[in-house]
């Protein structure tokens, strides 16, 4: 039921209402008109009518109209957000083994062939260019100290006075240093000896002013010895030596206990 149905139905009960109503009114009219004409015969001529009363209370609430009609569809909602991806379902199981294919027929063996025919020893290749002989040039040093180094007040460099051997010549009684003439990997040794007395021992092993390694003994045990050697590149012009450290002494005698050695590994010529 619509809108125009219902108000329809409550316009057409009030005037069911008002109509009732004024028939009341009319019927109450009537008997006070009687009334008031018998009075009249004795009292004198009516007066006017009086005013309609007032709208009587309303009646009761009638029954429930029909449904109205469906209203009309609403506008689409925005999309809302993606929900959370759900867990991974379980493993399937394995599928079945596919067929395997056929096996194809071995092919038959062939025939072995015939054994050729020497063949004709072809003439002498020429004699080929002689080659280089590779020079390898030969360096070493091996030489001590026979006498005692006490203690020095500064950093010194030790002279090795007894030369047992100096193929190549590089190494000087004068500066205690072996200078090197052929680039290359040497092997260098040094090993000391403590003098028996408070003094402790420090020697490093240098190449121009860096320290490659030491040897140190303390004064724990009379005639404490200390040693080291390493493998190094060394260029051409370089200069290796053993520095006594300052405050420290070396031991040495005819015995030549305090030692400096090195020589070429393999140069770097080629």
């Known amino acids: 039921m619509n809108t125009n149905m219902v108000f329809t139905l409550f316009v057409k009960f009030y005037i069911v209402v008002g109509v009732f109503q004024l028939c009341q009114t009319l019927a109450q009219q009537h ?43 609403g506008t689409t909602g925005e999309k809302g957000d993606k929900g959370a991806t759900g867990k991974p379902g379980p493993k399937g199981d394995t599928g079945p083994a596919g067929i395997g294919g056929v096996k194809g027929e071995q092919g038959t063996k062939g025939d072995t062939g ?52 100096n193929i190549g010549n590089g190494y000087s009684t004068v500066s205690g240093k ?6 290359g990997t040497y092997v260098f040794m040094i090993s000391a000896l403590r003098e028996n007395s408070n ?13 490659l390694t030491c040897a140190y003994a303390n004064t724990g045990s009379p005639y404490g010895t200390g040693s080291n050697n390493i493998i190094i590149d060394v260029e051409q012009g370089d200069e290796i030596w053993v520095r006594l ?26």
């Open 114 to 165: 015939s054994m050729g025919g020497q063949g004709v020893q072809g003439s002498k290749g020429d004699m080929g260019a002689p080659g280089q002989v590779r020079h390898q040039p030969k360096v070493a040093f091996s030489v001590a100290i026979t006498s005692n180094i006490n203690r020095v007040s500064a950093d010194t460099v030790v002279i090795y006075d007894k030369v047992f051997s």
């Open 31 to 73: 008997e006070q008109i009687q009334s008031e004409s018998c009075t009249h015969c004795c009292n004198g001529i009516p007066g006017i009518p009086g005013i309609p009363g007032t709208t009587g209370a309303l009646g009761p609430k009638g029954d429930s109209g029909l449904p109205g009609l469906d209203g009309e569809v």
């Open 178 to 183: 072996f200078t090197c003439s052929v680039s």
């Open 199 to 211: 003094d402790s021992l420090f020697v490093c092993l240098m190449k121009n002013t860096e320290r």
């Open 245 to 270: 450290a300052a405050n420290y002494a070396l031991h040495s005698n005819e015995n030549r206990y305090t030692t400096f050695a090195g020589y070429l590994l393999f140069s770097n010529q080629d």
